[in-house]
């Protein structure tokens, strides 16, 4: 009996295409054909090969096709006051606002309505995958999954741990806290989710005993999941972790000790501003990924990473919007933060390596935070085929400019209206404006 072959499902855009060759070099293909093939990435094409005739192409014009976005650091329930009380630092932002915010989430209509708000503006961004913090109430963190599963994003939703040093109604019982995070996995699993999935949220060390990181990483063995949290941002945090966990060589040896700080377990660790040598030795041997926040750092009077350095050792590094420490979910936006911010360390702290380029903020934006996501963030044959179209026609200028310079504007002056169409596994989110 001869075998059956199945048909590729093929989808073709043409437009100019860009994507990170490395953290260096951009890939440029001018009026080039960009060809999908069942959810991954064919190749591109100047000129489309014979054996793709006959398929529909999707003509962008003069449009910039760009891989999709990775926010690797943003927490949900904070969406709805972004842009407010920026005028304190970390630990006294958190009392003040984000405590008493999240704890409205315990309230299902309100939720319900916040993250409705959420996932409708994350869609109309360039974002096509997240890693995304929920509040520690699990009724209202699944209503945040279902709501994002339906924009067809890609994401990774954290129920947050604490069961020390928060407010009461957010502050859990230790053994509470992990049978409700287990309860909300099991619940997971009954879903028939296609995009949407959990990641273990100890939301810092200051607020996680180390009773509850323990049996964290047991669920984490258990269920083989990836795990975010937050990592030397400020340093009366440091101090904290410190009084804390005196048997601690640094912040991310807490982590690693219960198992959930890279290895054979992914993990993503916002911020790393104030990282010691020792943690980011321990970081670059684990595997760590670092989501670097540029606009939360200033905002909440942090400090500025050494992005630089990081890249430079290899070490694996993405952008995090962080709202609402950061005010907008943008990710052009923080990449144009992440250029200013290293100068700024550049002019003042460290003068022995130079500002971030385009390149390097373009290449944390796609291929670095898309990394964690596996083969995502390039438009290299076998890649994810996430992309996003870019229409810059509303940024006017009076003389003509290259593919680059393009991308340099977008980066500075873009936002969703620039967002011309989107597609994550090869699924055509929206497309306006353009026929086929």
């Not at 009996?1 to 890939?27: A, F, H, P, Q, T």
């Not at 360039?126 to 279902?146: G, K, N, Q």
């Not at 670095?368 to 076998?382: D, I, L, Q, W």
Request: proline share 4%; aromatic share 10%; net charge negative.
């Amino acid at each position: 009996m001869g075998r059956l072959w199945k048909k590729k499902e093929i989808r073709i855009l043409k437009g100019n295409i860009v994507y990170s060759r490395n953290k260096d070099e951009l890939e440029i293909c001018e009026h080039s054909y960009l060809v999908c093939a069942d959810g991954k990435v064919d190749g591109i094409y100047q000129t489309l090969p014979f054996r793709l005739g006959g398929n529909p192409i999707r003509d962008c014009g003069d449009c910039l096709i760009i891989p999709g976005l990775t926010d690797l650091h943003i927490h949900a329930p904070q969406y709805s006051f972004r842009g407010m009380a920026m005028d304190l630092e970390l630990l006294d932002w958190l009392d003040a606002y984000t405590f008493p915010e999240e704890m409205k989430y315990g309230e299902m209509e309100y939720a319900g309505k916040a993250y409705s708000i959420f996932a409708e503006n994350m869609k109309k961004s360039a974002v096509t995958r997240a890693c995304v913090f929920s509040t520690i109430h699990r009724p209202a963190t699944m209503v945040l999954m279902d709501k994002l599963e339906k924009t067809g994003l890609v994401t990774l939703v954290g129920k947050v741990n604490m069961d020390r040093n928060a407010p009461e109604g957010l502050c859990e019982e230790t053994e509470e806290s992990l049978a409700e995070t287990e309860i909300w996995l099991e619940e997971v699993r009954s879903r028939d989710y296609r995009n949407t999935g959990p990641i273990l949220t100890p939301r810092f060390v200051p607020s996680c005993t180390d009773r509850l990181l323990e049996g964290l990483g047991e669920l984490q063995k258990k269920y083989a999941l990836p795990v975010q949290s937050h990592l030397s941002e400020n340093l009366s945090e440091i101090r904290w972790v410190s009084e804390l966990c005196p048997w601690s060589g640094f912040y991310g040896d807490v982590y690693d000790r219960f198992g959930i700080f890279g290895g054979e377990c992914p993990a993503v660790m916002a911020h790393c501003v104030h990282s010691t040598e020792e943690e980011i030795l321990r970081m670059k041997e684990k595997g760590v990924f670092i989501a670097h926040c540029p606009e939360s750092n200033m905002n909440v009077a942090s400090g500025i990473a050494p992005v630089k350095r990081y890249l430079e050792e290899g070490m694996n590094v993405g952008l995090g919007s962080d709202v609402a420490a950061g005010s907008t979910e943008n990710l052009f936006a923080a990449m144009a933060h992440a250029v200013r911010g290293s100068k700024l360390r550049w002019r003042l702290q460290d003068e022995s390596r130079k500002p971030l380029t385009v390149e390097e903020v373009f290449y944390m934006a796609t291929r670095g935070g898309g990394a964690f996501f596996g083969k995502n963030g390039s438009f290299e044959p076998g890649y994810e085929f996430d992309a996003v179209v870019l229409d810059d026609s509303r940024l006017s200028h009076p003389q003509g400019l290259s593919v680059r310079e393009r991308l340099e504007r977008i980066i500075y002056l873009a936002d969703e209206r620039e967002v011309r169409g989107k597609y994550i596994r090869g699924n055509e989110l929206f497309f306006y404006g353009y026929n086929i």
